[in-house]
């Protein structure tokens, strides 16, 4: 293997040691600490994993949150009104509903309700305008995770030919801002494009968030190539990989991120730094 690990692993901790130095300070001078409010609709395995591990971190770094665990066939009417209460809430910085949700539910309607001032998500449309006309105010976490992994690496994007895999809400789009923003540009590819392998070979710096294992062929990648892999799915085997062939992508590439280890607690860090921010804009 020749490329560099992008180790997200370490990153997320050494971040979230600065954020529990941060609360412990400020609740022993009497404020309150950070609070988030962690909602999940129904059972979804995957969901699951990622809520508990959010509500773990919270208790670590010694911020306030509190769960809820509803039944899938909550109303919208019920939902929303959750969301209005969290909203109301003083003691509550950040609001977060895991999607997906049970197909009887608006996502986009739940997005909206929560106030883009709680919106520790970064999905409100306010929030993503502002991201897009380069004032980003809450960021979605993926993404600005990949972002905040790439410049601890010091890797300046400016110029380059980045290409991003996957259009979604959650990573593709917002991720292709970011990147726009930090001077590259930028290819959205997604599932009508016509010629992957052609994009993917072209790409300076390659973010894959296409949710399919195996997708993007090591052979594809650009010698020297910055390569983030937002993927993770569980083998037959037990063992998790990405959307990326990690072992011959790293033959290649200058830059690679490990699956797991590599993007998955970069969200959870600034998930964290989300909700520390909106709440320091609050106790101040
Ligand atoms: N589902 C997958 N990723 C995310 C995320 O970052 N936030 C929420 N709310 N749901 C998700």
Redesign the pocket.
């Known amino acids: 293997m020749t490329a560099q690990i992008l180790d997200g692993r370490a990153l997320s901790t050494a971040l979230q040691a600065g954020f529990a130095d941060e609360i412990t300070s400020a609740v022993a001078t009497g404020l309150r600490p950070p609070g988030l409010a962690v909602i999940q609709v129904g059972e979804d395995p995957a ?1 699951s994993v ?1 809520v508990a591990n959010k509500r773990k971190t919270c208790e670590k770094i010694g911020m306030y949150s509190v769960s809820k665990d509803l039944k899938a066939d909550i109303s919208q009417a019920e939902l929303n009104a959750l969301v209005d209460e969290y909203n109301a809430d003083p003691s509550i910085d950040g609001i ?4 997906p949700l049970p197909a009887h539910l608006s996502a986009a309607e739940i997005i909206e309700r929560i106030h883009p001032d709680k919106d520790v ?1 970064g999905f409100h449309p306010e929030n993503i305008g502002k991201l897009a006309i380069r004032q980003p105010a809450l960021r979605p ?2 993404p600005f995770g990949v972002m905040k992994l790439l410049q601890t690496a010091k890797l300046d994007l400016y110029g380059m030919e980045a290409v991003v895999v996957g259009a979604s809400n ?1 990573v593709g789009r917002p991720m292709a801002l970011e990147l726009l923003l930090a001077g590259a540009t930028v290819t959205i590819t997604h599932r009508f494009t016509r010629d992957l392998e052609a994009h993917v070979r072209r790409a300076d710096l390659l973010v894959v968030a296409a949710g399919k294992p195996g997708l993007v062929r090591g052979d594809w990648i650009k010698p020297g190539a910055i390569v983030v892999d937002v993927g993770i799915h569980r083998q037959e085997d037990g063992s998790l990989c990405g959307d990326v062939d990690f072992a011959a992508a790293a033959e290649r590439a200058a830059w690679i991120t490990p699956v797991p280890g590599g993007v998955g607690p970069m ?1 959870i860090a600034m998930l964290m730094h989300n909700t520390v921010q909106s709440w320091r804009e609050r106790v101040a």
Do not use: K
């Not at 977060?96 to 999607?99: C, E, F, G, K, R």
């Open positions: 969901s990622y977060l509903v895991q999607l998500d976490c993926t959650i969200t």
